[in-house]
């Protein structure tokens, strides 16, 4: 058998109005103050209200962040550690999407450790330790609840990650009632951005290992099979609840064999356009797939069934091509943008978004089929 490693976040807890637990877990750990890390949308839609409540209850003070920004900006994340520090936080709770999970992380980090943000970025280069720190996911999604990454905007508009197992929290709570009113458009493409990372870690060339094939299978199984009652009927918890744990599954899976391709071509969309990650991810995958099939269709033979079971009994390379095939209908048949000429990018653009791409080494190297500057171009030129 292969030698493999594999961590993740060492307590979960799936409850419907879970986050209402922050408080006493933190207590437990002889916390006093919170800083609690969220978006305004999320405290405008009443998400936050448990955990305030639980803070409460649990008699700790806390210390509201609510200005995350999607894409979150360095800039932003040393403003808030310079405030929490100030107000004398000794732990860190967040509830949000992705932007307020991996923004909470660096906060928890970077006010125990000295360590300048700027040498973190990279895998592994974090020395020190952060504050007690858990997490609630309120999309399905990154995944961000178990994976030790932080994704951060620099400058103007490159993306950069810190990889550091510091970087996972004490406790992930997965609440599917926060992701209940998530609009259609954000379900469809937070939840495609997860079954990315369960086809990127399935095919992962470095770290691939049978805990992450597991559970990327199981995730695929369960947000293949609920990404359309999610979106056309919110209100059905057990989908919304199906969709949060296939999300986490993913993230357990890609946290130990890193994604690839897809995320590099996606982030400089991010970057430069401001397109959602979910959205960036969902633009590329299809032409991303195509570009890796001379090497991964093996793999895309076993997962295809899994994700679109019309697939079942086909050949293998019915199996694999309908792989593609299928996300390259999924997209539009959920509502969602499915050409980057819908959202401002031009032929002009595509040589510098080329370029920005390549830089992502730290993903490419995980890519099944070697990734160059004119593939890269190519597969813009698809998705324009
Ligand atoms: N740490 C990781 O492992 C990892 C993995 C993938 C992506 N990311 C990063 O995560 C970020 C994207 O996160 P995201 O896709 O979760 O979105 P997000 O956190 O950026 O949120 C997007 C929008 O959705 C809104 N929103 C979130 N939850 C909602 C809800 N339940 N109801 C209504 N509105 C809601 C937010 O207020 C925000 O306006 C990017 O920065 C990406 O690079 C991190
Ligand atoms: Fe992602």
């Known amino acids: 058998m292969d030698t493999f490693s594999f961590q993740t976040t060492p307590s979960v807890l799936a409850e419907i109005g879970g986050t209402a637990k922050i408080g006493e877990f933190l207590a437990a750990r002889g916390c006093r103050k919170v800083a609690f890390v969220t978006d305004a949308m999320i405290l405008e839609l009443g998400l936050a209200n448990a955990a305030l409540d639980g803070f409460r209850k649990a008699g700790l003070d806390v210390w509201t962040f ?17 405030e929490a520090r100030a107000e004398g936080v000794d732990c860190v709770a967040s509830v949000g999407g992705g932007s307020s999970l991996d923004t909470a992380k660096l906060i928890a980090l970077l006010l125990k450790c000295d360590q300048p943000i700027a040498e973190m970025y990279g895998v592994n280069l974090v020395k020190g330790e952060r504050l007690p720190l858990v997490l609630a996911p309120t999309t399905a999604g990154t995944g961000s609840e178990v994976t030790p990454i932080s994704i951060v905007t620099t400058g103007t508009n490159e993306k950069k990650g810190v990889v550091a197992p510091q970087l996972l929290p004490d406790y ?9 009113g998530l609009p259609a458009a954000v379900t469809a493409a937070t939840g495609i951005d997860a079954m990315v990372h369960a086809i990127e870690a399935f095919t992962s060339k470095r770290l691939k290992n049978v805990v992450s094939d597991c559970l990327a299978k199981q995730a695929l199984e369960l947000l293949g099979s609920n990404i359309r009652t999610a979106c056309f009927s919110p209100e059905n918890r057990d989908a919304r609840a199906k969709m949060l744990l296939g999300s986490m599954l993913a993230g357990m899976a890609f946290a130990n064999a890193p994604v690839a391709a897809v995320h590099a071509l996606a982030y400089p969309l991010g970057g430069h356009f401001h397109i959602p990650h979910g959205l960036s991810n969902a633009l590329v995958l299809p032409h991303v797939l195509e570009h890796n099939l001379p090497e991964a269709a093996g793999a895309y033979a076993e997962l295809g069934p ?4 019309d697939l079942v009994g086909k050949s293998e390379a019915e199996r694999a091509a309908g792989l593609i095939d299928g996300f390259l209908k999924l997209g539009p048949e959920l509502g969602i943008p499915s050409r980057l000429s819908e959202l401002g990018v031009n ?3 595509l040589p510098m978004l080329a370029e920005d791409a390549m830089k992502q080494e730290r993903l490419l190297i995980n890519n099944p089929r070697e990734m160059t500057l004119e593939a890269a171009l190519d597969i813009y030129t698809k998705a324009l």
């Open 66 to 82: 609510s200005d995350v920004q999607p894409d979150p900006p360095e800039a932003m994340i040393l403003k808030a550690v310079e």
């Open 172 to 180: 992930a709570i997965l609440d599917a009632e926060l992701t209940v």
């Open 306 to 309: 899994i994700v679109f079971p």
């Open 347 to 349: 032929h002009n653009h």
